[in-house]
C-alpha cells in the first residue's frame, strides 16, 4: 500500500461520512419550512411544534455537516495538490458561487430563523427557513456541477497542463449535472422523509397523537413523490452513462464483451433478456460495450494501463442502490394506502417505519461509490488519471497519520451526533415551548 491508496482510503472516508449529513439537510429544510408553512396558514399548534421539533433536528445535523464538510477542502491542497492544479481554474467559479452564494445564503438565513422567533414579523420569520432551504439546495447544485464536470468535462481547454475554463455556462449547464442534480436532491428528499418516518414510527408505537400522524404522512407523500423523480432521472442518467461514461455502464452490468440486446443482471446468473440495452437506448437491439472490449480501445487512445474499475464494487453498488431505494418507496407507497382516510397507522407498519431511517442512508451512499468508483481510474475523465493527481511530496507516513487522526475525530462525531439526536427525539415534540413569531418585537424568548 502506498500514499495514493491511503489517500483514496481518507477521501472516500471523510466524503462518504460527511455525505450522511448532506442530504437530510437538503430534504429536512425544506421539511420543516412546509412544516411551519402549515402552521402559518391553518394556525394548528401541532405544526407549531412539528416545526420546532424537526427544527432542532435539523440544526444538529446542519451543525455537523458544516464541520465534517470543512475537511474536504483542506483535501484537495493536503493530499490532493496536482489534482487542484489541474481543474483550480474551472473549479475556482462554482465552488466559489457555492461559499460566497448558497452557503452565505443558508447560514444566513437560518441564523435569522432560529433567533426570529420572537423578534420577526410571522412571515417574514416563514420566509427566512424557506431562504435557508433553499440556499441547501443551491449549494448542492454548485458542488454538483462541479462534481458532474469531472465525469463529462465541457467548457475548457488544457493551457500548459492546466484545465482553463472557457464557458460557466456549460460548466454549470452540463448534461450530466442537468441529469445528476435532481437525482441526488430527489434522493436527499427520500432520505429525509425517511429520517422522519422512523422518528414518527417510534412515537406512534408509544402514542396515537393525531400530531405524529399528520408529520408520517406527510413524510410518506414527499418520500413517494421524491422516489418517482429519482427513478425518473436516474433513467435519464443511465442514458448519458451509455454515451458519455460506457465503461461505467459495463461494470455495473459486469458485461465484459460488447452486446447486442444486452440483458439486465439481476444478480449473477439471473439475466432479463434485452432490458439493458432498452434501458440505454430505448432499443431492445442495441449494442452495449463491454469492459474488455473498451479496455482495448482506452489502450490505444490513452496508452497501457487498466481502465477498468473495481468490478464487484460497482457491480453490487448498483444493485443496493436500486433494492434499498425501492424497498424506501414501497414503504411509503404501502403506507400512504394502508393510512388513506384517516385510517390508523398499523403497529407493523410503525416498526417498520424504523427501517426507513437506514436503508436511503444505504441506498444513496451506494449511489455515490457507483458514480465515484465507476469513473475510476480518472479523477476528470479521459484528462487526469487518479494516479497523477495525488500530491508527490506527501509521504504514506502523513497521509496515514491524518487518516488515524480524521478516523477517531470522526467517530467522536458519530457519537456525539448520535448522543444528541437520540436526546431530542426521546424528548418529543410536546416538549416544544409555545413560542409563536412576533408580529412586532417584543422582550426576546430564544428557541434555541
Given at each position: 500500500m502506498?500514499a ?8 472516500g472516508?471523510?466524503?462518504?461520512y460527511h ?5 437530510l ?27 420546532k421539533?424537526?427544527?432542532?433536528l435539523?440544526l ?6 458544516v ?9 484537495f ?6 489534482y487542484s492544479?489541474f481543474v ?13 452564494l448558497a452557503?452565505?445564503?443558508e447560514?444566513t438565513?437560518?441564523?435569522?430563523w ?9 412571515k417574514?420569520h ?9 440556499g ?10 462541479a462534481?458532474?464536470?469531472m ?10 497542463g492546466?484545465?482553463?475554463?472557457t464557458d ?7 448534461s ?5 442534480v435532481?437525482?441526488v436532491?430527489a434522493g436527499s428528499?427520500?432520505?429525509?422523509g425517511?429520517?422522519?418516518?422512523a422518528?414518527c414510527g417510534?412515537?406512534l408505537l ?6 405524529w ?14 422516489g418517482a423523480?429519482v427513478a425518473g ?10 454515451e458519455q461514461q460506457?465503461m461505467?455502464?459495463a461494470a455495473?452490468e ?6 447486442e440486446g444486452?440483458?439486465f ?20 437491439e442495441?449494442?452495449v ?6 479496455q482495448?480501445r482506452f489502450?490505444?487512445?490513452f ?9 464487484a464494487?460497482v457491480?453490487w453498488s ?5 433494492v ?17 382516510r384517516r ?8 416498526r417498520?417505519?424504523?427501517l426507513?431511517?437506514?436503508l436511503p ?9 457507483l458514480s465515484?468508483?465507476?469513473?475510476q481510474?480518472?479523477t476528470?475523465a479521459?484528462e ?7 500530491s508527490?511530496?506527501v509521504s504514506?507516513?502523513a497521509?496515514?497519520?491524518?487518516l488515524?487522526?480524521?478516523?477517531l475525530?470522526?467517530?467522536?462525531l458519530?457519537v456525539a451526533?448520535?448522543v444528541?439526536?437520540a436526546r431530542?427525539?426521546?424528548k ?6 409555545p ?14
Open positions: 502506498d495514493l491508496d491511503l489517500a483514496r482510503w481518507q477521501f472516508v471523510t466524503t462518504v455525505f450522511l449529513f448532506v442530504p439537510t437538503i430534504g429536512l429544510g425544506i421539511f420543516v419550512a412546509g412544516l411551519q408553512t402549515a402552521w402559518h396558514r391553518t394556525g394548528n399548534e401541532q405544526y407549531l411544534k412539528l416545526t421539533f424537526f427544527g432542532k435539523f444538529i445535523n446542519f451543525a455537523m455537516g464541520v465534517t464538510g470543512i475537511v474536504q477542502e483542506f483535501q491542497g493536503m493530499n490532493w495538490s496536482e492544479t483550480g481554474d474551472v473549479f475556482g467559479a462554482p465552488l466559489a458561487m457555492e461559499a460566497l452557503f452565505f445564503m447560514s438565513f437560518l441564523g435569522l432560529i433567533f426570529g422567533w420572537d423578534r420577526l414579523p410571522k417574514a416563514l420566509a427566512t427557513i424557506w431562504a435557508a432551504a433553499i441547501s439546495n443551491l449549494s448542492a447544485y454548485f458542488i454538483l456541477a462534481n458532474a464536470w465525469k463529462h468535462p465541457v467548457g475548457y481547454e488544457v493551457v500548459d492546466k484545465a482553463r475554463m460557466l455556462w456549460a460548466v454549470l449547464t452540463n450530466t449535472a442537468l441529469a445528476q435532481p437525482h436532491i428528499f427520500v432520505v429525509a425517511g429520517f422522519v418516518l422518528v417510534y412515537w408509544r402514542t396515537r397523537a393525531d400530531m400522524r399528520r408529520a408520517a404522512r406527510a413524510a410518506l407523500l414527499m418520500t413517494a413523490v421524491a423523480v432521472t436516474g433513467d435519464l442518467s443511465a442514458k448519458l452513462m451509455y460506457p461505467k455502464l455495473a459486469g458485461l465484459e464483451r460488447t452486446t444486452a440483458g443482471s439481476v444478480v449473477p446468473g439471473i439475466e432479463i433478456p434485452k432490458l439493458l440495452s432498452f434501458l440505454s437506448t430505448n432499443d431492445f442495441a449494442p460495450q463491454g469492459t474488455e472490449d473498451l482495448q489502450e490505444q487512445q496508452g497501457p494501463g487498466d481502465y477498468r474499475p473495481d468490478g464494487v457491480f448498483f444493485r443496493v442502490m436500486i434499498f431505494g425501492l424497498a424506501t418507496v414501497g414503504l411509503s407507497v404501502l403506507g400512504l394506502w394502508l393510512t388513506r385510517r390508523p397507522f398499523p403497529a407493523w407498519l410503525s417498520a417505519m424504523l426507513a431511517l437506514p442512508l444505504l441506498a444513496v451512499i451506494a449511489g455515490w461509490l465515484e468508483i465507476g469513473r481510474p480518472w476528470v479521459g487526469l488519471l487518479t494516479a497523477s493527481s495525488v508527490p511530496n504514506l507516513a497521509v496515514a497519520t491524518s488515524t487522526i480524521f478516523t475525530l470522526y467517530g467522536a458519530a451526533e448520535v444528541l439526536l431530542h427525539v426521546r418529543g415534540a410536546e416538549e416544544q415551548a413560542v409563536q413569531a412576533a408580529e412586532a418585537p417584543r422582550e426576546p424568548s430564544l428557541m434555541y
